[in-house]
């Protein structure tokens, strides 16, 4: 007899036999690891998105090694930061906005518009990354490469087959982005040492760039992607809160040792006197300097791929922060209103004029700024409000861990604003 069965069960009563008991069981744990895995490849694809590759490509040229100080840095705040609101988040089994809505009165209606304005800024630059892919692989401008890009988002997020398709093919196109970036890496000739040097120690410390990276992998709606897509697969509750933390490291691991293999390919490039050209596509200027043609061609359809999962994920997450406006935009409103949302980004990217690269890096650092906002109210959750986590005590090390890094994004944040938003002027 277990622990929790009755003493006095009836001996007649319907007990599954161990065979239907061992079927629930793997059935659960797949179920359960599955959703996990769909959460990590979302916050994956939203961290390592054509805004990362050409925000890093960017700064390495304007940086070089001392770059990869903030390629730490960010990978330090992403865990931290995704690490608690994984938690927060499943633990209390309420999307973002509700929950910040119960804790301080109006602040998850302000959470809602920051994140959906922002959401809305980055899937614009997801758009214009997008065509930056066509444009690699095929030669076509960058404004009809991301038309024919978005259109076939809506499409994937509207056929469902399509969709799961789709995971596939990203899984495989994944697999092609870490095997051709190690490529260029190893062909590239980084001077390692001096990078690692420069890790720890850097000659110069620019907080905009930092911001922006971080914004880029971390801020507005990627820090609530894999959280609410857990929601959505029914992962909640304090049983799984161990597991989503073990979840979030493991993918944050493989997506910064992605990051920084990819700072070393572009290092290697711009070390060797190439010049990217950071107003058109400098992370196309890379792979080609180092891999030639063949390198220029498969690295467009890894941004392509990147920019179309980039925009569905951008959606799906911002769009998910509107029900807290109106408890209707749910199934099916919900994903018309995703489709209008990707349209309204298009049609931004089509008349706004920004340079397609400028515009991919603004987009980091507006959703940078938004970050320290956004995580200061869950910081004060996991603090003072047990009682909206059910009862459950979050971890000292790290709601400390969250607080310092509370108080870092809020100094990057207003050392930064200014430089930020310059880029939008950049041609």
């Known amino acids: 007899m277990s622990e929790n069965q009755a003493p006095n069960a009836p001996r007649e009563a319907q007990v599954p036999g161990p065979a239907t008991v061992a079927s629930n069981t793997v ?26 590759i050409t925000q890093t490509a960017m700064f390495t040229q304007m940086l070089g090694a001392a770059f990869a100080f903030g390629i730490l840095v960010s990978i330090i705040i992403d865990f931290v930061v995704q690490a608690n609101i994984w938690r927060i988040i499943t633990v209390s089994g309420k999307r973002a906005a509700e929950l910040a809505n119960e804790a301080i009165p109006y602040s998850g209606f302000v959470l809602g518009v920051l994140v959906i304005s922002g959401g809305l800024v980055f899937n614009i630059g997801n758009i214009a990354g997008a065509g930056l892919g066509l444009n690699a ?21 509207l056929v469902k087959r399509a969709g799961v398709a789709m995971d596939r093919v990203m899984i495989v196109l994944g697999l092609l982005m870490i095997v051709l970036t190690v490529i260029v890496a190893i062909v590239a000739h980084p001077p390692v040492g001096e990078a690692l040097k420069q890790t ?30 857990l929601l959505d697969s029914g992962v909640s509750g304090v049983e799984h809160a161990e597991q989503v933390t073990k979840s979030a490291f493991t993918g944050i691991v493989v997506t910064g040792i992605m990051r920084y293999v990819l700072f070393l390919a572009f290092l290697g490039v711009t070390a060797s006197g190439v010049a990217l050209d950071v107003a058109g596509n400098p992370a196309a200027d890379a792979f080609f300097a180092a891999a030639g043609e063949i390198g220029l061609r498969a690295f467009g359809l890894v941004l392509w791929a990147a920019g179309i999962s980039s925009v569905i994920g951008a959606a799906f997450t911002s769009v998910s922060f509107m029900s807290v406006f109106n408890r209707k935009v749910e199934g099916r409103v919900r994903a018309w209103v995703t489709v209008v949302f990707i349209a309204i980004g298009l049609t931004v990217y089509l008349v706004l004029g920004t340079a397609p690269a400028a515009l991919l890096v603004f987009a980091g650092g507006f959703n940078g700024l938004i970050l320290p906002l956004g995580f200061t109210v869950f910081m004060y959750i996991g603090w003072f409000r047990e009682d909206l986590l059910n009862g459950y005590r979050m971890p000292r090390w790290l709601l400390i861990s969250g607080t310092l890094v509370t108080v870092l994004t809020w100094y990057m944040g207003v050392m930064s604003i200014e430089a930020i938003f310059a880029f939008l002027g950049s041609k």
């Open 200 to 229: 720890v120690l850097p000659d110069h410390i620019d907080f905009a760039s930092i911001t922006t990276i971080v914004g880029g992998t971390v801020g507005g709606y990627i820090t609530y992607a894999g959280a609410h897509k």
């Open 137 to 157: 692989m095929l030669g076509l401008d960058p404004k009809i490469g991301g038309a024919i890009s978005a259109c076939l988002a809506i499409t994937i997020f």
């Open 27 to 52: 059935g659960f744990v797949k179920a359960r690891r599955a959703s996990l895995l769909g959460a990590i490849f979302m916050m994956a694809t939203s961290a390592i998105g054509p805004g990362f």
